[in-house]
């Protein structure tokens, strides 16, 4: 495959008990981003960790512009990969102020050609009134980003970070993902970025790896991993939908004993006839106030711009159902809340 970087059937290991085999994933072209999305403890910096080059791989090959950087028998020294890794904990030199931190980076790039400033990077991350204080004096929010712009600013080949705002507080953050895309994109300087929240990955990455359960399940574009999860447990990571028992009456439709007749186009095909477990997100169905098919609502969750009400079709189906705020009044819990029909779902995601 000619692609930019490769991570091809390797195997990450921090421990005899911890690892994840056969994993494969790459960065197409330069200036691409990636996000790699999974729980804690999933082996998500293990991963990050052996890119750099910090740790060996047990097996399997790690590609860099088309020169392998790691196998059983090459390993290129961290120094000489020209890959920065930002560690989600504080690394900055304590006898260094900020400042004095920042400008380690801007050292390691002096026969590099590039456009970004350090100034530009100061001011993008809002660390303008921090530059002579020194470590113990700021925030782990503020030490986060300090690391950050020293990694970047480097414009090393790759640029590996570690959960690069969990520090950070909503309202920053949003405003910080913004600037961090733009100044990678501007300067086309590819990148792989872990966390664990997917808005997040989904955000800043051209494709998506996501890991649980010890394994890679699935490597897509973000829309893809959303709306076609390749298996069950891609589905239930996202907690957003539920799954409710249908059979399959025809090649776009499916029947429920309560909800009736379910229609659309199967993600996957399946066999007249089959019971299969039907995923529903909340965006899925439509809220209609003069509809016959009405549920209790047992919950309710107000995110902003939309609430999502729960609605308890069985003793052990709920369904999510996703309204706008603006819609013309809210639904209170224990009220009957109406359901379009005939529903109509766009994939039917089914397993």
Known sequence: MNTFFEVKNVTFSSSKDHRLSDVNFYIEEQGQ????????????TTILR????????TNGEIFLK?????SNNIFVEPEKRDIALSFQENSLFPHLNVFENLKIGQLKRTKKKIKLSLEECIEAFFLESILKKYPHEISAGEAQRASLIRSLISKPSL??????????DIGLKEKLQVNLKTILKKNNISSIIVTHNYEEAFYFGEKCCLFAKGKLIQFDNPYNIYHFPASQDVASFFNKGTFV????????????????????NF???????????????P?????????KLKFKIIDKRFQGTNFIYFLKVSEKETLPVLVHSHHEHQHSINEFFGIKTPIIIKHLVCF
């Open 33 to 44: 981003i990636l996000s790699i999305l999974g729980p804690s403890g999933v082996g998500k």
């Open 50 to 57: 052996a890119i750099a080059g910090l740790d060996p791989i």
């Open 66 to 70: 088309k020169k392998i950087i790691s």
């Open 159 to 168: 640029l590996l970070l570690d959960e690069p705002f969990s520090n950070v």
């Open 245 to 264: 028992t249908a059979k399959v009456t025809s090649k776009n439709e499916l029947s429920h004993k309560i909800l009736g007749k379910i229609k659309g």
């Open 267 to 281: 993600v996957h095909p399946h066999e007249k006839g089959k019971s299969v477990k039907l995923l529903i997100q």
């Open 283 to 291: 965006e899925d169905l439509v809220h209609n106030d003069k509809s």
